[in-house]
């Protein structure tokens, strides 16, 4: 498991038990961990809502996130750095 659930979990120690299995967790996981959970992503299409911004935005986008204003993940696009 990588990153926390909303609500706790339910664990049914003794079907763990049986054959011998084990539940880890991690705040974020590792490249190997995240790798694996791009890759599931790729193959079945899921994908995220993203705010695509320019970097002249990166402040506004910090206020926003201070006022509670922010629905999706802000994105930086990296090619308005060039401009």
């Known amino acids: 498991m990588v990153g926390l659930p909303e609500t706790p979990l339910a664990v ?7 054959d011998r299995r084990s539940m880890a967790g991690s705040y974020i996981g590792g490249v190997p961990e995240t790798q694996a959970m791009l890759d599931f992503c790729g193959r079945h299409n899921i994908v995220s809502d993203i705010e695509m911004i320019r970097m002249d935005q990166v ?3 910090y206020e926003r996130l201070l006022k509670s204003d922010v629905k999706y ?3 930086i696009d990296m090619e308005s750095l060039k401009a």
């Open 12 to 18: 049914r120690a003794f079907s763990l038990a049986l």
């Open 59 to 61: 402040n506004e986008a």
């Open 73 to 75: 993940r802000f994105v």
